[in-house]
């Protein structure tokens, strides 16, 4: 790849690495950049997926280092996602994106409405003896549903667990990204795996976003530590609606 493209990947991918600890929907920018630079679709995603999960990683050791992620959550959430990716990545070649991207949209519309709805949504921890079962049964099973989604591309994916973890399992905003950055190792983790499997990951190229986003989400996730819940969760509102608009545009 010549200098300059490498040049423009490198920067792209730092600054969204930066941002995207909160809002998510990282592989919406660099995925359709890549393939605007030339790179074959299959690769571009592959490869994406390998600089993700360097993303995740330092996007959650300044978090796991002051005990943020939802312990209670993390183990049942990491053990669906291991499978739900694992799926997801395997069946990369015949899921239908675009009706996944639809629903997907008018799901973050309707978040986007609900929380802003209720005000105090994110800001305060709520216990298991709050929340009914059945909440908490449709936010594992989100989990799973959406960890195949991002087996396999991952454009919204943590913005839609974040959502999942606010509405369904009581977290806080900042718990839910702590959380959803540990579980997203495991996620883009497993279907990196499979990609290196079949061989349509360019290593030396993931390796090299893989570091420029481990250095990004490290200094994304310590803004965030910074930012009160009122902030966090005006940029997760924000985030999710700009998901769902460009969810919305048609593919070209």
């Given at each position: 790849m010549a200098g300059a493209k490498l040049f423009a990947l490198i920067a792209v991918f730092f600054v969204t690495s930066v941002v995207s600890v909160v809002t998510g929907s990282t592989s919406l920018i660099?995925?359709?950049?890549?393939?605007?630079?030339?790179?074959?679709a299959h690769i571009a995603v592959a490869t994406n997926m390998l600089a993700l999960t360097f993303m995740s990683v330092g996007g959650s050791l300044p978090f796991v280092g002051r005990g943020i992620p939802s312990r209670r959550h993390l183990l049942p959430g990491i053990v669906l996602t291991v499978i739900g990716s694992g799926l997801g990545a395997l069946l990369l070649l015949t899921m239908p994106l675009r009706a996944l991207q639809i629903t997907i949209a008018v799901a973050m519309?309707?978040?986007a409405a609900f929380s802003l709805l209720n005000g105090n949504?994110?800001?305060?921890?709520?216990t298991a003896t709050l929340r009914s079962r059945a909440a908490e049964v449709t936010g594992y099973a989100a989990t799973f549903i959406l960890a195949i989604y991002g087996g396999f591309f991952s454009g919204g994916y943590v913005t839609m667990l974040t959502a999942a973890f606010v509405?369904?399992?009581?977290?806080?905003?900042?718990?839910?990204?702590?959380?959803?950055?540990?579980?997203?190792?495991?996620?883009s983790g497993v279907?990196?795996?499979?990609?290196?499997?079949?061989?349509?990951?360019d290593?030396?190229?993931?390796?090299?976003?893989?570091?420029?986003?481990?250095?990004?989400?490290?200094?994304?996730?310590?803004?965030?530590?910074l930012l009160s819940a009122i902030w966090l969760r005006r940029i997760f509102i924000a985030a999710a609606l700009c998901l769902a608009v460009k969810l919305l545009l048609p593919l070209h």
């Open positions: 660099t995925v359709p950049l890549m393939i605007g630079l030339g790179i074959e519309i309707a978040v949504l994110g800001q305060e921890t709520h509405v369904f399992l009581g977290m806080t905003f900042l718990q839910a990204v702590a959380t959803t950055k540990v579980i997203n190792v495991f996620s279907a990196t795996l499979v990609f290196l499997w079949r061989g349509v990951v290593l030396r190229l993931g390796v090299i976003l893989g570091i420029t986003m481990f250095l990004g989400a490290l200094l994304g996730s310590r803004i965030a530590l």
